[in-house]
């Protein structure tokens, strides 16, 4: 169990995973630049189209779940994904919020944005 901070999308309306496609590379590399923490540029662009072929379908994509500064996540129960810190302390949460919201914006992408500081993420108990 570890002590995390994050930064949520909620998608609302008619806004689906498909409407991020044209948007997510900006929104990968801005979130990454700003972790100081950008790969490789093949290594991004595999990285990219790997969930843009998800997202143009219309399906959740795996996000960016590398162990690292900042991971962006796609939860299964929800049309969201999140940005994650480990660090928050390093990592600008508060930057990678604006940034993220101005593209999805001007992308015309339709969603609410939440903070958790402080999420205690861990494995459901096991009940015999």
Not at 33 to 57: F, G, R, S, Y
Not at 105 to 116: L, Y
């Amino acid at each position: 169990m570890a002590n995390k901070s994050s930064v949520h999308f909620i998608l609302k309306g008619k806004s689906d995973y498909k409407d991020l496609a044209p948007v997510f590379p900006d929104i990968l590399r801005s979130a990454l630049v700003i972790a100081d923490q950008v790969p490789e540029e093949e290594e991004l662009t595999m990285i990219i189209q790997l969930n843009l072929d998800d997202l143009e379908k219309n399906r959740k994509p795996e996000g960016y779940i590398r162990k690292a500064r900042i991971r962006m996540v796609f939860p299964l129960d929800r049309k969201e994904f999140y940005l994650q810190s480990y660090n928050p302390k390093i990592v600008d949460l508060g930057k990678i919020r604006e940034t993220v919201s101005e593209i999805l914006t001007k992308g015309g992408v339709s969603f609410d944005v939440t903070e958790d500081d402080d999420i205690l993420f861990d494995l459901p108990s096991k009940k015999n």
